[in-house]
């Protein structure tokens, strides 16, 4: 089971926090991501990671704003979003994949067999 928290209401260029608590199993072997899906679009790619290593992807629309982390210790992963923007509004997901993936696979939701409920992040003033 995957639960994000955090979410929430923020001004253009401010920062906010997503945390996505991880039970039931673990993922040693696989990777973790994040998604996102803003009203009357697709879902997309934001960042990932593989859990055992330092590989990390990211969107070039978030890279350098967004950093994703995880604690093997609490089972949890996180996901910074520093200088917010009004397009960075949208419905985010935490996903993780029971498979090693390999780097082009990271980005592909497909490829994620676990996800959580949802959580609103929006950036208005």
């Known amino acids: 089971q995957l639960v994000e928290s955090g979410g929430g209401l923020v001004q253009p260029g401010g920062s906010l926090r997503l945390s996505c608590a991880i039970s039931?199993?673990?993922?040693?072997?696989?990777?973790v991501g994040w998604f996102r899906q803003a009203p009357g679009k697709e879902r997309e790619f934001v960042a990932a990671l593989r859990w055992s290593g330092t590989t990390t992807r990211y969107a070039d629309s978030v890279r350098g704003r967004f950093t994703i982390s995880r604690d093997r210790a609490k089972n949890t992963m996180t996901l910074q979003m520093n200088s917010l923007k009004p397009e960075d509004t949208a419905v985010y997901y935490c996903?993780?994949?029971?498979?090693?993936?390999?780097?082009?696979?990271?980005?592909?939701?497909?490829?994620?067999?676990?996800w959580g409920q949802g959580t609103q992040v929006t950036v208005s003033s």
């Open positions: 039931g199993r673990t993922f040693s072997n696989g990777a």
């Open positions: 996903a993780a994949s029971s498979q090693g993936l390999i780097w082009s696979s990271l980005a592909e939701s497909t490829y994620y067999d676990y």
